[in-house]
């Protein structure tokens, strides 16, 4: 789906409505804080109010774009896990820590930024609504169509806002300045509103889509589901995902499957049909960088590395041991992080160093950059020479967001004064997420053979060896390619079977973790299982003794389950928004 460069930005902070152009000029053909009605009313108009409602999945552009609202949410869902450290040194983007440590208070300007952003994205996709109804010259089916895009991305919106601060307004095109109803209160639980949005998608959305980007009904019915786990809803979404995995086809009509797990992170095979729903991203267009993943521009390796920035989300040692496993290739689930597994953690870059060789699940190396490693085809990974500073952030580098470096100015934006600008799409649903919550649902209402099968099958795809990380064929020129040999002694296997529900439901919940790592869902899955504080907790107790900094952390429950709402957005409210509790 091309995007539009000229771009109409609607801003709904709850109290104030701003209007930005990229060109002086259209400031002159309208008064200031209206919309020109007779450009818009039209067929074009409205598609083009669309694509800046789609235009902001990819968390940069509107209000509050940036490190803050990445697509990602690797600040709020990964650093606030146990996934990963913040990283870098501690004073850069220092907001995060007290995030990190369950510390932050309303103040925080990360918090301001995501849900300005968030409800800015909410107000144009209720334009598409309103300008929609004036227009003449759509047919009923283009406008239902439109219109479920619009309720698609309108739920997508808010559910990020939902399970971030939980008591949230839900904003939809009837709140409006000439009605002066736009100091709407969080005082109700929008998990129906949010349902009744994606119903309707559901219902008007297309199987298939003239532009990759653009939601489908398969989409919808996947992000329904989604929303019933969220509400412990397991037989609705047990229904529609029995549905999605059986019939369920991508935009462009391809059956949804598993790919090779490493090109879910590869711009060149992105939109593949283990994409269900992406935030596009795109690159070297004429937008200065704004249109490519701009949010994840932090998150590469330190000094020499792909990247060019900044050292930021650094994998946390907790979440590498997860990857370590048993004889028979299955995780550890209780003890996961009673072993370290072999880190180069206080080793000058010039100190030998060998690789663990105990067993490991391959997709630790596709997911975490560790030293004597290939890291793509940059070359071993060299260890504290790519770490801004070890001591704070561990021995670990993130490696999902990052490009190959023969991509480099082909699918990174040549314009940006990093590399880091790059065409890697970040994929909000893919069909390893679908198998997973199918699972999950299975364990719940259905059956525990069942949910063994598809967490055996998401186990069945990392088995494949061809999707192992491979030795450089010359490891003093990795541009030459790999070899067949393995990197590390990876061994994975599959449950022979799951005893009981409470066995069952341990292993699901750990494949997501192993699946989904470093993807911005863990913190919020922690959440919806209910286990936050316990877990959390425990990774605090054995990681204080790594970093530092997480000495006086601590998760407090019933509080830290949500953010805090922004005080600056309490204040405009006028005191119609109501604080979380413990803040």
Known sequence: MKRSYIKIILVLSISSVLFYACKKEFLERAPLGSLDQGNLTTSAGVRGLLIGAYSLLDGYGGAGGGFATAASNWVFGGVASDDAYKGSDPGDQADIVSIETYSANASNPYFESKWRHLYDAIQRSNDVLRVMADVKGMSDTEKKVAGAEARFLRAHYHFEAKRMWNMIPYVDETITYAKANILVANDKDIWPNIEADLKFAVANLPATQPAIGRANSWAAKAYLAKVYLYQKKYAE???????????????????????????????????????????????????????????????????????????????SQSLVNS?????????????????????????????????????????????????????????????????????????????KSVYAKRQQGALTD??????????????????????????????????????????????????????????????????????????????????????????????????????????????????????????????????????????????????????????????????????????
């Not at 209910?530 to 000495?551: D, H, P, Q």
């Not at 953010?563 to 928004?577: E, H, V, Y």
């Open 414 to 583: 040549k314009s940006f004064w990093s590399t880091g600008i790059t065409a890697n799409n970040y994929t909000i649903i893919r069909f390893a997420d679908v198998l997973l919550m199918a699972a999950e649902a299975e364990v719940e209402v259905g059956s525990l053979d069942k949910a063994k099968d598809l967490v055996n099958r998401v186990r069945q795809r990392a088995a494949a060896p061809e999707g192992w990380v491979k030795t450089y064929v010359d490891p003093a020129a990795p541009e030459k390619g790999f070899t067949s040999t393995p990197a590390a002694n990876y061994k994975i296997g599959l449950y022979p079977a799951f005893p009981d529900k409470v066995y069952a439901r341990k292993a699901v919940r750990f494949e997501r973790k192993l699946e989904l790592a470093m993807e911005g869902s863990r913190f919020f899955d922690l959440v919806r299982y209910g286990t936050a504080a316990e877990e959390l907790n425990a990774y605090i107790a054995v990681e204080k003794n790594r970093r530092s900094y997480l000495n006086n952390a601590s998760f407090t429950k019933a509080k830290n389950e949500y953010f805090p709402i922004p005080r600056n957005q309490i204040d405009l409210s006028k005191g119609t928004l109501k604080q979380n509790p413990g803040y």
């Open 237 to 315: 979404a047990k229904t529609l995902l029995d549905d999605v995995i059986t019939n369920g086809t991508t935009a462009s009509g391809k059956k949804y499957d598993l790919v090779n797990f490493f090109d879910n992170f590869n711009p060149e095979t992105k939109n593949s049909v283990e994409s269900v729903f992406s935030a596009q991203m795109s690159v070297n267009d004429n937008s200065g960088g704004s249109n490519g993943n701009w949010g994840d521009v932090l998150n590469f390796p330190y000094n020499g590395g792909p990247g060019g920035c900044c050292g930021f989300y650094q994998p």
């Open 323 to 399: 990857y370590r496993v048993d004889t028979d290739g299955l995780p550890f689930l209780d003890n996961f992080n009673s072993v370290d597994v072999k880190n180069d953690q206080g080793l000058k870059s010039d100190d030998p160093f060998t690789p663990e060789t105990a067993p490991l699940d391959p997709r630790l190396d596709i997911t975490v950059g560790r030293r004597g490693i290939p890291y793509l085809d940059w070359g071993v990974h060299p260890g504290n020479n790519w770490i801004r500073d070890q001591a704070n952030g561990g021995p670990y580098a993130p490696k």
